[in-house]
């Protein structure tokens, strides 16, 4: 007979009469499926994760998508407009018993928001970890005002031992007649947000993973010019033996 740890290293009992290399053999056995270096599964699309053999703990991180930064709407004479950045992506990170983790789980990756001010969509791990994206950012009047519109900033439902939310994306400014500014993308765990850019200016798509797009900018008589869309999300699942 033989007994094992709480870790699964087996020993023998003091009444057994094993020969001591046999003794050595089993415990070495025993532990050298915990020295196998750890398994990564990197998600960028939703998927199944399955179980590994013999594993003993589960790091799970969930990056949700980064919402999109808005238009600067299209201009007449003496007018300005412009868009605030979206907001990053919410993460989400927890450490779980492999028994805890289940024998498989679904895994959803949320893409990031589109150009106009999407919402980043909601990365999860099951139902034990995940995160939901940005907020979009809004878009400004087109006149000869001076004034800003708000970068994106919703509330964000994180379920993890680790919950951090996305930062909340640039407002956009217009200064009268003068010129425009678009917001600057919320940055993310896993990624930054883009840069704001100056009159006359498209947004920029927000980095992998989860960074806010930034916003854009019009001076006088232009078409409308597209915000940037949000990081897409991603999912990494860390096994430990």
């Not at 057994?16 to 050298?32: C, K, V, Y």
């Not at 893409?111 to 995940?130: C, E, N």
């Amino acid at each position: 007979m033989s007994q094992e740890t709480t870790n699964g290293i087996v020993y023998p009992e003091s009444s057994d009469h094993t020969r001591l290399w046999e003794h050595m053999q089993t415990m070495a056995e025993s532990i050298d499926p915990q020295l196998s270096a750890p398994d990564v599964q990197v998600f960028t699309s939703s998927g199944t994760w399955t179980r590994p053999a013999d594993a003993k703990w589960v790091r799970v991180l969930v990056q949700a998508g980064g919402g999109g930064g808005h238009n600067a709407v299209a201009t007449g004479a003496s007018q300005t407009s412009c868009g605030g950045g979206g907001q990053g992506g919410g993460y989400a990170e927890s450490y779980l018993l492999a028994s805890a983790a289940g024998a498989s789980q679904a895994v959803t990756v949320g893409a990031g928001g589109a150009s106009g001010g999407g919402s980043g969509g909601t990365s999860s791990f099951g139902a034990l970890v995940s995160a939901t994206g940005g907020g979009g950012g809004t878009a400004s009047a087109a006149d000869g005002t001076p004034g800003a519109t708000a970068g994106g900033s919703s509330t964000q439902t994180l379920t993890g031992g680790i919950r951090v939310s996305g930062s909340g994306g640039g407002a956009g400014a217009k200064f009268g007649t003068a010129g425009a500014m678009g917001g600057a993308g919320g940055n993310a765990v896993l990624g930054g947000g883009a840069r704001g850019v100056a009159t006359n200016g498209t947004g920029v798509a927000g980095f992998n993973y989860g960074g806010g797009g930034s916003g854009a900018a019009n001076t006088a008589s232009q078409v409308q010019r597209g915000g940037g869309a949000g990081g897409d999300g991603i999912v990494i699942v860390i096994t430990f033996f």
